[in-house]
Each structure stands twice: as structure tokens, then as C-alpha cells.
T-cell receptor
């Protein structure tokens, strides 16, 4: 039973355009959501997070939007750059204070 | 800055062999984790530890054992390796307030192939 779902395995975007990565969750008790970025042959690195009391958090080119009624969050990258090509994971603290649970990831390819 | 260091980085095992993956962190973090990443499956938690001398099972613990004898080290053991354990293994560490949105820090990964 996946608590955090990323239904798009891959996404291809042209350089300079907007990339939108989506994530759905099932547990309405999640307090925080995080996005991680992973390059090949490297470990995941933290990108941006959002508290459940907010509906938007922005950090430079990266913005995360949270829609609690829909149990949906999205990561917007504007403008997209070739260096953004990576796998992006959505994550949330598990139920009962267990560690982070991750989605299956979305592979973003930014084409120059 | 070392952060989280995993050894070995690559290993090929025969079915039935045993091995231990070592994780070391220099950030004085209380919590440590082992995840595995498989194609199409994302990152799945194997075991974790909330402090020295403590361990707990994650989502996919079968076939693995762990030990946290020192705060800075977290060992993942495979007693009898199986081809299904071919994967990339990531160790991570964090402060206890990870549930408040603070991030966890990952190592670079260990590639394990069981033939």
C-alpha cells in the first residue's frame, strides 16, 4: 500500500520551459513533504520541502505546491535547465513517526 | 566534508555468500537508515536505527540484519545472499527532528550484484 505515489515514471521538457512533477499521497496526517533529486551514481540530495500548513514554498527556480483537499503536491521548475535532468523523489514522514517513505520517482529529462 | 560514507562501493557476490555493508557518518546524527533502490520501485526502507544500540525494521527487512554498536556506524548484513538482493543500497542519517521536515542525508550508494 503505497502512501506516496508518483504516477509518471518519466518526463521530458525543453530547456527554458516549465517542468511539473506530481505526487499524490494517501495519509492526510502527513505534516511535511519533501522532494529529493538524484543524479546517476550519486545518493539522493534534498531539494525543497513544504509544511502541511502551507500551500506553497519557493526556492529560486523551484516551487512546491500543496493541495491538501486533493492530497496532491507538485514541484515546478522554471525555467528548466539541462542540469536539472535527474530522478526526482517525493517523500513524507511515514505513519507512526517511522522514517521517510518515498515515491517511486520521476525521471526528468531536460532537452537543450 | 565526508558526510555519509559507504563501503564497499561495488561488490559481486555468489548466491549464499555473506557480506556486510558499512556506513559511517560524521555529523553526529542520532538516526541512521538503510534503503535499497530498484528500477521502478523507488527507495524502500530496509532497517533503521534511532540511536546507538537500537534497530528497527523497515518496509523490506527480510534477508537483512543490522547493527548499531557505535553512534557513527550502521552495518547492514546479508547472511545468505540471493539474486533478489541485487540492488543499489543507500545509507542515510538524520537528526531526530526529521519528522518536522528536516532532511536526511544520503551516502553515495553501494552497488551489489548477486549471481
Amino acid at each position: 500500500d503505497q502512501q506516496v505515489k508518483q504516477n509518471s515514471p518519466s518526463l521530458s521538457v525543453q530547456e527554458g520551459r516549465i517542468s511539473i512533477l506530481n505526487c499524490d499521497y494517501t495519509n492526510s496526517m502527513f505534516d511535511y513533504f519533501l522532494w529529493y533529486k538524484k543524479y546517476p551514481a550519486e545518493g539522493p540530495t534534498f531539494l525543497i520541502s513544504i509544511s502541511s500548513i502551507k500551500d506553497k514554498n519557493e526556492d529560486g527556480r523551484f516551487t512546491v505546491f500543496l493541495n491538501k483537499s486533493a492530497k496532491h503536491l507538485s514541484l515546478h521548475i522554471v525555467p528548466s535547465q539541462p542540469g536539472d535532468s535527474a530522478v526526482y523523489f517525493c517523500a513524507a514522514p511515514g505513519s507512526g513517526n517511522t522514517p521517510l517513505v518515498f515515491g517511486k520517482g520521476t525521471r526528468l529529462s531536460v532537452i537543450a | 566534508n565526508a558526510g555519509v560514507t559507504q563501503t564497499p562501493k561495488f561488490r559481486v557476490l555468489k548466491t549464499g555468500q555473506s557480506m556486510t555493508l558499512l556506513c559511517a557518518q560524521d555529523m553526529n546524527h542520532e538516526y541512521m537508515y538503510w534503503y535499497r533502490q530498484d528500477p521502478g520501485m523507488g527507495l524502500r526502507l530496509i532497517h533503521y536505527s534511532v540511536g546507538e544500540g537500537t534497530t528497527a525494521k523497515g518496509e523490506v527487512p527480510d534477508g537483512y540484519n543490522v547493527s548499531r554498536l557505535k553512534k557513527q556506524n550502521f552495518l547492514l548484513g546479508l547472511e545468505s545472499a540471493a539474486p533478489s538482493q541485487t540492488s543499489v543500497y543507500f545509507c542515510a542519517s538524520s537528526r531526530p527532528d526529521v519528522y518536522s521536515g528536516n532532511t536526511i542525508y544520503f551516502g553515495e550508494g553501494s552497488w551489489l550484484t548477486v549471481v
